[in-house]
C-alpha cells in the first residue's frame, strides 16, 4: 500500500502550490480539474494541506460517509475556524447533525412550500415591476440577486429586511476567512435578533416564531446560536439559488425553443434547472477530515487529513457525463452533486427549484420577447468556492 499521498512521490512542485482560495478564473478552475482527474489523488500543502478529490465515483462515495469524511472535526471550510462557531447541520455529524437538519427542514417542509408558493410568484413579479419599464436591465443584480432573499423572508416569517444587507453580509462571510467570519455571522444574528425577541414576547404562526422558542439542551437559542443558524439560511440559503438561477438565464434565453418546451413541459423545465446545477455547480467544493486512514485504490490518506470534495469537478467528470462542458438538459443521466450528496445534502434545494422555476416562468410570460445581449457567461469566483455569473444583460420590449 503507498504512504499518504502528500509525501514527495506524490505531492509535486506544482500540487504544493494550488490554492483554491487564489483562483478566481473560472475556466482555469475547469483546466486544473480535468488535469487532477488523472491522478487518483493529489496533494496540495496550500491553506495548511489538504487532498484534492475530482472524480464523482470519490466525491459522492465521501459525501456518503460520515463515519470516514467527518464534517464536524474541522468544519468544511477552507482553512478551518472552528472558533467562530460550526455551521448548524454543515458542519456537524450524526446524531447532533440531525437535530439541526431537521430544525431548518420545519421551515421548507411540503406543506410549507405549498403554501409559500403564491407569494413566490407575487415576489416575482413585485421584482419585475422594478424593470420591466426600462426595456433592459442585467438579469443577475436586479432579478436573480434580489428574489431569492425576499423569497426566503417570506419563507420563514421575517419582515422589513434590508436585501442589499443581506447581500452585503452574505458576500463577506464568502469572500473572508477566520476571525472575519465569526464577526459576519455576529452582524447576520443581529439583522433578525430584534424580530427574533418579539415573537418570544408575541408569538405567530410562522417558522421564526419556532425559532424563538426552541431550546438546545433545555436552553433557549442563544445569541449566538441564532447568529450561526441564520447564517445557514442567509448564505447557502441564497448565494445558491441566484447562481444557478443566473447560470440557467444565460443558458435558456438564447433558445427560443427550449424556452417554450420548459413553458409547456414542467419535466423540461426541472430538467434544465438542474442541468444548470450541474454545469455550473454554485458551491464548487467543500471540506472533510479523515476519522482513520482511507484507502483509493493503492493510495491511503491518513487519518486527520483534509480532503476537498470538488462538486464542480466531479460535475464535470467525462466518465459520468457525455460532453460534460455542454449545457443539454436532455441528457439522459444527471444525478449531479450540484446541491451537495447525502446526509449533507444542500437543506434548501427544494426551495431553490421553486424559487427559480417561479422566477423563469414569471420572466417569460411577463417580458415574453426577452433577448439575452451578453457575449458569452462570465463568472465571480470567490475564494475559489462560490461561483456567480457576473452578468445577464436582456432587452425586451417595455411594460407598463
Same mark, same amino acid.
Given at each position: 500500500?503507498?504512504?499518504?499521498?502528500?509525501?514527495?512521490?506524490?505531492? *509535486?512542485?506544482?500540487?504544493?502550490?494550488?490554492?483554491?482560495?487564489?483562483?478566481?478564473?473560472?475556466?482555469?478552475?475547469?483546466?486544473?480539474?480535468?488535469?487532477?482527474?488523472?491522478?487518483?489523488? #493529489?496533494?496540495?500543502?496550500?491553506?495548511?494541506?489538504?487532498?484534492?478529490?475530482?472524480?464523482?465515483?470519490?466525491?459522492?462515495?465521501?459525501?456518503?460517509?460520515?463515519?470516514?469524511?467527518? +464534517?464536524?472535526?474541522?468544519?468544511?471550510?477552507?482553512? $478551518?475556524?472552528?472558533?467562530?462557531?460550526?455551521?448548524?447541520?454543515?458542519?456537524?455529524?450524526?446524531?447532533?447533525?440531525?437535530?439541526?437538519?431537521?430544525?431548518?427542514?420545519?421551515?421548507?417542509?411540503?406543506?410549507?412550500?405549498?403554501?409559500?408558493?403564491?407569494?413566490?410568484?407575487?415576489? $416575482?413579479?413585485?421584482?419585475?415591476? #422594478? @424593470?420591466?419599464?426600462?426595456?433592459?436591465?442585467?438579469?443577475?443584480?436586479?432579478?436573480?440577486?434580489?428574489?431569492?432573499?425576499?423569497?426566503?423572508?417570506?419563507?420563514?416569517?421575517?419582515?422589513?429586511? +434590508?436585501?442589499?444587507?443581506? !447581500?452585503?453580509?452574505?458576500? %463577506?462571510?464568502?469572500?473572508?476567512?477566520? $476571525?472575519?467570519?465569526?464577526?459576519?455571522?455576529?452582524?447576520?444574528?443581529?439583522?433578525?435578533?430584534?424580530?427574533?425577541?418579539?415573537?418570544?414576547?408575541?408569538?405567530?404562526?410562522?417558522?421564526?416564531? #419556532?425559532?424563538?422558542?426552541?431550546?438546545?439542551?433545555?436552553?433557549?437559542?442563544?445569541?449566538? /446560536?441564532?447568529?450561526?443558524?441564520? *447564517?445557514?439560511?442567509?448564505?447557502?440559503? !441564497?448565494?445558491?439559488?441566484?447562481?444557478?438561477?443566473?447560470?440557467?438565464?444565460? !443558458?435558456?434565453?438564447?433558445?427560443? /425553443?427550449?424556452?417554450?418546451?420548459?413553458?409547456? /413541459?414542467?419535466?423540461?423545465?426541472?430538467?434544465?434547472?438542474?442541468?444548470?446545477?450541474?454545469? +455550473?455547480?454554485?458551491?464548487?467544493?467543500?471540506?472533510?477530515?479523515?476519522?482513520?486512514?482511507?484507502? @483509493?485504490?493503492?493510495?491511503?490518506?491518513?487519518?486527520?487529513?483534509?480532503?476537498?470534495?470538488?462538486?464542480? +469537478?466531479?460535475?464535470?467528470?467525462?466518465?459520468?457525463? /457525455?460532453?460534460?462542458?455542454?449545457?443539454?438538459?436532455?441528457?439522459?443521466?444527471?444525478?449531479?452533486?450540484?446541491?451537495?450528496?447525502?446526509?449533507?445534502?444542500?437543506?434548501?434545494?427544494?426551495?431553490?427549484?421553486?424559487?427559480?422555476?417561479?422566477?423563469?416562468?414569471?420572466?417569460?410570460?411577463?417580458?415574453?420577447?426577452?433577448?439575452?445581449?451578453?457575449? #458569452?457567461?462570465?463568472?465571480?469566483?470567490?475564494?475559489? *468556492?462560490?461561483? *456567480?455569473?457576473?452578468?445577464? %444583460?436582456?432587452?425586451?420590449?417595455?411594460?407598463?
Amino acid at each position: 500500500m503507498a504512504q499518504r499521498p502528500d509525501d514527495d512521490a506524490m505531492a *509535486t512542485p506544482e500540487s504544493r502550490g494550488e490554492d483554491p482560495l487564489a483562483m478566481q478564473d473560472l475556466q482555469g478552475i475547469y483546466d486544473l480539474y480535468g488535469q487532477l482527474r488523472g491522478c487518483p489523488i #493529489r496533494h496540495s500543502n496550500a491553506q495548511g494541506g489538504f487532498h484534492w478529490l475530482t472524480r464523482y465515483k470519490d466525491v459522492r462515495d465521501a459525501a456518503l460517509d460520515f463515519r470516514h469524511f467527518s +464534517s464536524a472535526l474541522k468544519g468544511v471550510r477552507l482553512p $478551518a475556524h472552528l472558533d467562530t462557531g460550526r455551521l448548524p447541520a454543515i458542519e456537524m455529524d450524526p446524531p447532533e447533525h440531525g437535530f439541526w437538519r431537521s430544525l431548518y427542514m420545519e421551515a421548507i417542509t411540503p406543506a410549507r412550500l405549498k403554501a409559500v408558493a403564491p407569494r413566490l410568484e407575487a415576489i $416575482a413579479d413585485s421584482v419585475i415591476d #422594478r @424593470f420591466a419599464a426600462k426595456g433592459e436591465c442585467d438579469l443577475v443584480k436586479e432579478f436573480a440577486r434580489p428574489l431569492p432573499v425576499l423569497g426566503l423572508c417570506e419563507t420563514i416569517g421575517m419582515t422589513g429586511v +434590508s436585501v442589499e444587507r443581506i !447581500h452585503e453580509l452574505a458576500d %463577506r462571510f464568502t469572500t473572508t476567512s477566520g $476571525a472575519d467570519q465569526g464577526a459576519v455571522m455576529q452582524q447576520i444574528g443581529a439583522t433578525v435578533i430584534d424580530e427574533i425577541n418579539a415573537r418570544r414576547a408575541q408569538p405567530l404562526d410562522d417558522y421564526l416564531t #419556532r425559532i424563538a422558542h426552541v431550546e438546545i439542551e433545555g436552553r433557549p437559542m442563544s445569541d449566538g /446560536d441564532i447568529a450561526t443558524f441564520m *447564517t445557514g439560511f442567509f448564505v447557502a440559503g !441564497h448565494e445558491t439559488t441566484t447562481s444557478a438561477l443566473g447560470t440557467l438565464l444565460l !443558458h435558456a434565453l438564447p433558445s427560443a /425553443d427550449l424556452r417554450a418546451r420548459m413553458l409547456a /413541459d414542467d419535466k423540461v423545465m426541472t430538467a434544465a434547472i438542474e442541468e444548470a446545477v450541474r454545469l +455550473s455547480s454554485p458551491f464548487q467544493a467543500f471540506h472533510r477530515t479523515t476519522v482513520e486512514p482511507v484507502d @483509493f485504490g493503492d493510495v491511503t490518506i491518513a487519518a486527520d487529513q483534509t480532503v476537498r470534495l470538488c462538486y464542480g +469537478s466531479a460535475n464535470r467528470d467525462p466518465e459520468i457525463f /457525455d460532453k460534460p462542458e455542454a449545457f443539454n438538459p436532455d441528457r439522459p443521466f444527471n444525478t449531479h452533486l450540484g446541491f451537495g450528496f447525502g446526509r449533507h445534502v444542500c437543506l434548501g434545494a427544494p426551495l431553490a427549484r421553486l424559487e427559480i422555476k417561479t422566477a423563469f416562468r414569471r420572466l417569460l410570460d411577463r417580458l415574453p420577447d426577452i433577448q439575452l445581449v451578453e457575449p #458569452r457567461p462570465d463568472y465571480i469566483v470567490q475564494l475559489g *468556492t462560490l461561483i *456567480t455569473p457576473k452578468s445577464c %444583460r436582456v432587452s425586451f420590449s417595455p411594460k407598463a
